[in-house]
């Protein structure tokens, strides 16, 4: 798998039904650039809302994971998102013209083979890694699952499942890394208890079920009338219970399907995540709930990883804004304005720079005899960097302002002088919401980490 992000090469789109909405339409995969991540637009609606795919838009997961943003909902998305994932791809949009991703056979394996079709484009631009560098553990002793993430160079899942139940054992799988994902894990649908689907049926939950979207496991004795009525309702000649304790709408691709769609599931809810994970993933009994509160937990305590940008820097690049156009973005001017260069900007990061020289302002009252760039004031230069990063998520700059609303955790390892070049490198620590966001900052002076710190700032239109 490329060690670059990857896109699609064409737009392309896979047709068929909402498994619980009973809705028929279609979801286009369209190329997007490099740091774009995956998003959804729903353009059967007004505005046409984009929702991205990140564990803090999870809104339900009771019948799959479904993500909520700008006023919009998209339905079961763990396939799409494990297809993508599974595939290597980084950075796509989603069109939908319905609520729900269609289910087709209950795997995912529509979908790789449309993102296949399309051709997959490598971009000119590193793949960032979430790197775990120790095990983070979620247990649910009233829920019964349980997940661990170790260290490991590659992304690795193993999954039990345990159901207590005569017609499915105990069983185990295994994806020693994503290149087993397109032939072992992509087309193993899901199951459902024959119990679990008589309820569905009755509450009217699976508007857009048939036998040919999941594996239906039979834990009871059941009569030829019961078997007739199904038959009747899902439009089958006949139906019945085969050797396996499974009805005949199908046959099993493997042994061990169940456990293996259910690794499907979590490599889907994962990528929630939002980077790339090396990480080594152990799952009891997982589930669309304890994915996502897996993933959360994940992305909380790999937080304080080091950032993805470090130096060295190339400091001589073409900057994306010079002083002359940063002026044009802050509001901020001589003294007071202390930054001289924007040397990156993505969607994820920004990268800053300020030369310090001697005739800086404070100098002259700030140890004269050996000069030192006060801490507040490499806050307020990080600051300044931070709030070009936020007025960047808005299409008109020149009309925002952005106000800091915290600072938290500041720390100064190490004095700036007269002569050093302080570069700062800001990442989001969640995605911005309702113009609000959360940013760790590092300032390095060469190799040395001088000042960190988080930030909080809102952008608010000019009066």
């Keep these: 798998m490329s060690d670059n992000q990857c896109t699609i090469k064409q737009s392309i ?72 994932t599974g595939l290597g791809v980084d950075n796509v949009l989603i069109d939908m013209d319905m ?23 490598p971009q000119d631009m590193a793949r960032q890694y979430l790197v775990i560098d120790q095990p ?28 207590g139940t005569e017609v499915l054992n105990v069983q185990y799988a295994s994806m020693p890394d994503l290149e087993k994902f397109k032939s072992e894990i992509a087309p193993c649908r899901t199951f459902v208890f024959l119990h679990e689907l008589e309820f569905l049926l009755k509450n ?3 508007k857009g079920g048939d036998l040919s ?44 399907e169940p456990a293996r769609h259910k690794l499907l599931d979590v490599v889907g809810d994962l990528t929630l995540v939002g980077k790339r994970i090396k990480g080594k993933v152990t799952a009891y009994r997982p589930g669309h709930f304890a994915n996502t509160e897996f993933a959360k937990l994940i992305k909380q305590q790999t937080k304080k990883q080091p950032m993805s940008k470090e130096p060295p820097f190339d400091l001589n690049k073409e900057p994306v804004y010079d002083i002359i156009q940063i002026q ?7 003294p007071f304005l202390l930054i001289d260069k924007i040397l990156e900007l993505t969607d994820e990061y920004i990268i800053g720079l300020k030369n310090v020289t001697m005739n800086e302002h404070y100098f002259v ?13 490499q806050v307020e230069a990080m600051a300044q960097t931070g709030g070009i990063f936020v007025l960047h998520s808005v299409p008109d700059p020149e009309n925002y302002i952005t106000y800091f609303l915290k600072i938290e955790e500041a720390k100064f390892r190490h004095k700036v002088v007269p002569g050093d070049t302080i570069v700062f490198v800001l990442e989001l620590i969640s995605p911005i919401r309702r113009g609000i966001c959360n940013m760790r900052g590092v300032a390095y002076v060469g190799n040395k980490i001088v000042t960190e710190g988080k930030l909080m700032a809102q952008i608010a239109r000019k009066q």
């Design 13 to 84: 789109s896979v047709h068929g039904t909402g498994l619980h909405t009973g809705q028929q339409g279609a979801i286009t995969f369209h190329p997007a650039g490099p740091n774009h991540g995956i998003k959804f637009r729903r353009i059967d609606l007004k505005g046409q809302p984009i929702i991205e795919a990140c564990v803090e838009n999870v809104v339900d997961t009771s019948r799959g994971t479904t993500l909520g943003q700008n006023g919009a909902r998209v339905f079961t998305i763990e396939h799409v998102l494990a297809a993508l």
């Design 365 to 377: 009252g700030h140890f004269p005899q050996e000069p030192v760039m006060p801490g507040v004031l």
């Design 328 to 334: 044009k973005i802050l509001p901020h001017r001589p």
């Design 136 to 163: 983070i553990h979620l247990k649910n002793e009233e829920k019964g699952f349980e997940l661990l993430i170790e260290p490991a160079d590659t992304f690795q899942v193993d999954v039990k499942i345990d159901y």
């Design 204 to 206: 009217n939950l699976i």
């Design 213 to 256: 979207n999941a594996i239906v496991f039979v834990n009871r004795k059941v009569s030829q009338e019961e078997l007739d009525r199904l038959a009747d309702l899902f439009q089958k000649p006949k139906v019945k219970v085969k050797d396996e304790g499974i009805l005949n709408n199908l046959d099993l691709h493997f042994e061990n």
């Design 99 to 121: 609520d729900e991703i269609p289910i087709r056979d209950g795997s995912a394996k529509y979908f790789v083979e449309a993102i296949e079709k399309a051709g997959i484009q």
